[in-house]
């Protein structure tokens, strides 16, 4: 079974930065393309940024030039470096395999940006 846990959230001032972890266990890692994602109270929850399995990125437009996703297959770890945060970037942030169907949610976990 596949299991994410997200680590590294916080409360951070604007402009501030935070790096997210998240451990995937289950299934072969490598193989996973992973995304990003955060929800925030009366949003769906939506994809922030995503790295394929060869290490293509993409991210959301709100995000470009600000966040940063990498992957290290030897740790089953992917991450999230956050820079220049601003108040709409808090939310609970997920992690999940986006190539894994039904995705598999962790608990998540939260960030909250304010002065």
């Known amino acids: 079974q596949v299991h994410p846990v997200e680590s590294g959230g916080g409360l951070v001032q604007p402009g501030g930065s935070l790096r997210l972890s998240c451990t995937v266990s289950?299934?072969?890692?490598?193989?996973?393309?992973l995304g990003w994602y955060r929800q925030a109270p009366g949003h769906q929850r939506a994809m922030v940024a995503n790295?394929?399995?060869?290490?293509?990125?993409n991210y959301a437009d709100s995000v470009k030039g600000r966040f940063t996703i990498s992957r290290d297959n030897a740790k089953n770890a992917v991450y999230l470096q956050m820079d220049n945060l601003k108040p709409e970037d808090t939310a609970v942030y997920y992690c999940?395999?986006?190539?894994?169907?039904?995705?598999?949610w962790g608990q998540g976990t939260q960030v909250t940006v304010s002065s």
């Open positions: 999940a395999p986006s190539n894994y169907y039904p995705r598999p």
């Open positions: 790295i394929g399995t060869t290490g293509d990125t």
């Open positions: 289950g299934g072969t890692f490598s193989m996973y393309a």
